[in-house]
């Protein structure tokens, strides 16, 4: 779950049964690699790691909160030759639950030749962190509920694949007795294209309310050798409903294993409390889902009572759609020759601050230290560079007065008055550098025309069929002077391949951008009604993530490939292998 949250609202959200869910990128799971992957595949070498998907659940854990339950969230850790930690993934956030069972997976590299230490920290995720995702909490806001460690092949050898520790506090610490257990269960990856997207419905479901009806979601789990079962997807929650439809479910093999394995499909009724209560459940292979929906037949839940008896409910389960396909991951695309090109947009307005002022957001420091803006084209231009085979950048400024006097909302940053491209990052850093000069800060900050001008270029290109999607970078420290008409030009791109990264510097209140940052669910709608098709925005404050987990670049192209995935599929926009490509061109 790219974004985890720890409030009610995020515990009603889907985990592991979203497209996004197959993305090749991973920030905080540094042991699987899929550049090294696609460096040795290409070379027709063997990978020299097995990828191995950790599943962890917990008991008996300690209750730091007062009025409710803990909230807890596992953080994974290998431990380096030098002592040092490197994280490689975090659980989502389960609501008040001192039993958690978490669905989100973390990945390592399993390395036969060498020792591998894992480090396991479980948190109780503060409820003031409402809204943010678990990627960039900083821990040491969060209150530890203890730790655990082994070493990988620990876990693989068992015959069942699973380990128990014992959950303790932090070497150096006061010792805790009674902190509870961590579980660890390691199965192989399997490395698979095929994908299952179904939607899933129920009717006549049982009412776990008095006063309203039940807020039904589904879990399944997959039922593993050792007789278990390991959770691997929930839909979202649909409120006050006994015949809910959920959105479309994307389950990968890896996720199922085969059409044949039995999976357990369980309905319960959402209780913020974290006590959801069970309305039926009931077993079904893909294979199983499959026949329903060929058939246009229901099946009926079911639920055991305390004495053991099974009783069939009224309840039915639907598949209303069933469709088995490929799904090619962001490496599939980029290995065919599609490329993203890179634009940058900067914000010229007076609130920077006079330039020439060290305490000006566009000072530039005689000894080199990079201010906010350069630091934000640096780091992201430096990636995604390497995806655009002629690394000529659009670039320009917005909110200042030009040469000519006249206040520009969209102005070419070389000076330029034909052309807006630059030669690479250096290009751009060199061209914003003499902007500075000859450009004076004005306003108000205003985005809607550079969106119109970067969506021109990605329609143009769509008009030739080209292998091209285009990144915009905005850099701003202000509050938007025109939301409706931005909200008009991004539902309008979200129809082409562009996808827009907004950076905020400085101290100003950035609660427009979340707006347009439609991480919650709820897309933007223009002033004629029009949803946008997807989401493309990608708001990150700088001031957020100084100092964090992860680093700038991490928190905004982290969405990206995701992004990038749900353009081409939308489309159904397969790779071709370049030699193909060329062949039919010809």
């Known amino acids: 779950m790219g974004n985890c949250f720890s409030d009610v609202q995020g515990g009603k959200q889907a985990v592991g049964g979203v497209q996004q869910r197959t993305t090749a990128t991973n920030n905080n799971n540094r042991g699987h690699n899929d550049a090294v992957e696609f460096f040795y595949r290409s070379r027709g070498l063997q990978q020299l790691f097995t990828q191995v998907e ?117 070497i150096g610490h006061v010792a805790l007795r009674n902190l509870g257990v961590l579980t660890i269960h390691a199965e192989e990856t399997v490395a698979s294209r095929r994908v299952v997207e179904m939607i899933l419905h129920c009717s006549y479901l049982d ?147 006079n330039p020439r002022n060290p305490d000006s957001l566009h000072y530039i420091d005689p000894s080199g230290q990079l201010n906010s803006y350069q630091k934000a084209i640096m780091e992201v231009g430096e990636v995604i560079q390497f995806y655009d085979s002629d690394r000529r950048f659009p670039a320009w400024g917005f909110g200042g007065k030009t040469f000519d006097g006249t206040i520009s909302h969209c102005f070419n940053l070389n000076g330029s008055a034909g052309s807006f491209e630059v030669e690479g990052v250096e290009g751009i850093m060199s061209a914003y550098a003499s902007a500075l000069h000859n450009v004076t800060l004005a306003g108000p900050t205003l985005f809607g025309q550079v969106i119109k001008t970067a969506a021109q270029i990605a329609s143009q290109s769509v008009s030739y069929n080209s292998k091209k999607y285009f990144v915009l970078l905005i850099i701003t420290d202000g509050v938007l002077t025109d939301l409706q008409e931005t909200k008009d030009a991004l539902v309008k791109a979200s129809d082409l391949p562009l996808s827009i990264l907004i950076v905020g510097v400085g101290s100003a209140d950035f609660g427009q951008m979340e707006v347009l940052d439609a991480d919650k669910g709820q897309r933007l709608e223009s002033s004629t009604d029009r949803v946008a098709t997807r989401d493309i925005v990608q708001f990150v404050p700088m001031r957020d993530v100084h100092g964090g987990q992860i680093s700038v670049v991490q928190a905004l192209l982290e969405e990206l490939p995701g992004q990038f995935l749900t353009y081409m599929r939308c489309r159904d926009i397969k790779p071709r292998p370049l030699h193909e490509a060329q062949a039919s061109g010809t």
């Open 54 to 170: 950790l599943s962890l659940s917990a008991f008996n854990l300690r209750d730091r909160d007062i009025i409710s339950k803990s909230d807890p969230m596992a953080v994974v850790y290998v431990k380096k030759i030098d002592g040092k930690l490197e994280e490689l993934g975090r659980t989502e956030v389960i609501l008040n639950s001192l039993n958690p069972t978490w669905i989100e997976k973390v990945t390592v590299a399993f390395q036969f030749e060498i020792v591998q230490p894992l480090v396991f920290h479980v948190y109780d995720v503060d409820t003031k962190y409402h809204n943010i995702p678990v990627k960039t909490l900083k821990l040491e806001d969060q209150d530890f509920l203890g730790e655990a460690t082994c070493v990988l092949s620990e876990v693989l050898t068992k015959q069942n694949r699973s380990l128990t520790l014992n959950l303790h506090s932090k």
């Open 207 to 353: 009412n776990k309310d008095i006063f309203s009806k039940s807020n039904p979601f589904l879990r399944i789990s997959r039922i593993v050798e050792s007789g278990g079962s390991i959770p691997i997807c929930k839909t979202e929650v649909v409120n006050d409903n006994l015949n809910p439809t959920w959105k479309p479910l994307c389950l990968s093999m890896q996720q199922f294993g085969s059409k044949d394995n039995p999976l357990i499909i369980e309905c319960f009724d959402f209780n913020s409390s974290g006590k959801h209560s069970l309305i039926g459940k009931l077993q079904k292979s893909v294979a199983d889902l499959e026949k329903l929906h060929e058939g246009r037949s229901g099946a009926n839940l079911t639920i055991t009572s305390h004495h053991g008896h099974k009783k069939v409910l009224k309840g039915e389960l639907f598949v209303d759609q069933f469709c088995e396909k490929e799904q090619y991951s962001f490496l599939d695309y980029v290995s065919c020759g599609f490329e993203l090109n890179f634009m940058v947009a900067v914000d010229f307005t007076a609130s920077n601050g």
